[in-house]
């Protein structure tokens, strides 16, 4: 190859050892890549077991299952990444393992172990190798899957799961500018209730707000507390930052917020350069006069929001390459991609 140019080198390369999709034009949807892990628990053997890579394809269940009648079903996310000399990371699949057992335990389901959990993934994501997006240029979304799969007329858990992990190159979560507005009758959450777990319930009540949030130009919604109707929670599928100063503030996950993983993790690096960091209410009123607000997630990473509109009002952030938001963001996917150091043991090299 040394005729070509460099440029034709990596093309030639990404021919050989990737699957032919337009890295440079990805976005967060769906591209079925080869393989797909399943693994079942049945009333009979009372644990997971036999666990296989399978062709990605559709699934059989009776029209009678828990996840289709009920609900009964829990997910996560993670991403594998690829490094510069082409080898793949994961990022704290063991955090969520132990989330998916936590969600288990509410949803009154068995759970793979941790160690079973983290080997599906891996196996998911080795079989689908092709398909990890080269350094810098995406990540391999993977979506483990939690469901009911036994025969179920009445109410009541059920006795048969299936255990499922697919995954995805995407790219961006959201494109363009993050403008968010409050919505103010709608709740994601109530005490009580599954806000604090990955239930599949707990997503599609509020696509229809979200869908008029859309229609008017808003990225996404910010979600109220249910109790006070006051303080801040959390979007449709994110977590939520303001910064003051050299105080960072987000909700406390007290039963109605998702305790993001992503979440977790900048919390630790904001710590690390110097910021007080807390957890507290954070009432409606106070985004007004932040300085900073950002947003972070699995899919999202951590991205700037530009602006919050509530009852009609709206207020506009800072952007740009200044931001502590681009800061966390450059740290936090240089430690996911290896580009920075993982002195925190968050990593795990599987190839």
């Known amino acids: 190859m040394g005729s070509l140019s460099k440029q034709e080198q990596v093309e030639c390369r990404e021919k050989a050892e990737y699957a032919n999709v337009n890295w440079d034009e990805l976005g967060f949807a769906l591209t079925k890549t080869d393989y797909m892990y399943v693994m079942n628990f049945t009333e009979e053997e009372q644990k997971f077991f036999n666990g296989t890579l399978t062709r990605f394809g559709n699934i059989e269940m009776c029209p009678s299952s828990g996840i289709l009648n009920y609900g009964q079903g829990l997910f996560e996310g993670l991403k594998a990444y690829r490094k510069e000399d082409e080898g793949i990371l994961l990022f704290r699949p063991q955090e969520n393992a132990l989330r998916m057992k936590m969600g288990a335990d509410r949803m009154c389901m068995p759970s793979p172990t941790v160690d079973q959990f983290i080997d599906a993934v891996k196996k998911t994501v080795l079989a689908n190798k092709r398909w990890v997006p080269p350094y810098g240029r995406g990540s391999l979304y993977v979506r483990p899957l939690l469901m009911a799969t036994g025969r179920n007329l009445g109410v009541k858990p059920s006795s048969d799961y299936t255990f499922l992990v697919y995954a995805s190159p995407v790219g961006n979560y959201h494109k363009g500018d993050l403008n968010l507005m409050v919505e103010d009758y709608v709740h994601r959450a109530i005490p009580g209730g599954t806000g604090g777990i990955k239930a599949v319930t707990n997503y599609s009540p509020v696509y229809k707000p979200l869908t008029e949030a859309k229609a008017k130009g808003f990225s996404d919604l910010l979600f109220l507390d249910a109790l006070t109707g006051s303080n801040i929670e959390e979007g449709s599928a994110c977590n939520i930052f303001i910064l003051k ?103 795990t090299l599987i190839d």
């Not at 105080?247 to 993983?261: A, D, E, K, M, Y």
């Not at 932040?290 to 509530?310: L, Q, R």
């Not at 009002?313 to 240089?334: D, F, S, V």
């Open 245 to 347: 100063g050299n105080v960072i503030s987000t909700p406390t996950t007290h039963g109605t917020i998702l305790p993001g993983i992503t979440r977790k993790s900048i919390m630790e690096i904001a710590s690390d350069f110097g910021y007080q960091v807390e957890e507290r209410a954070i009432q409606i009123k106070e985004v007004f006069d932040a300085e900073e607000v950002f947003c972070t997630g699995t899919a999202m990473v951590v991205k700037s929001v530009a602006s919050i509109t509530y009852q009609g009002k709206r207020i506009g952030y800072k952007l740009g390459a200044e931001t502590l938001a681009q800061k966390l963001h450059a740290t936090l996917t240089g430690i996911q991609t290896g580009l920075i150091e993982d002195k925190l043991g968050w990593t």
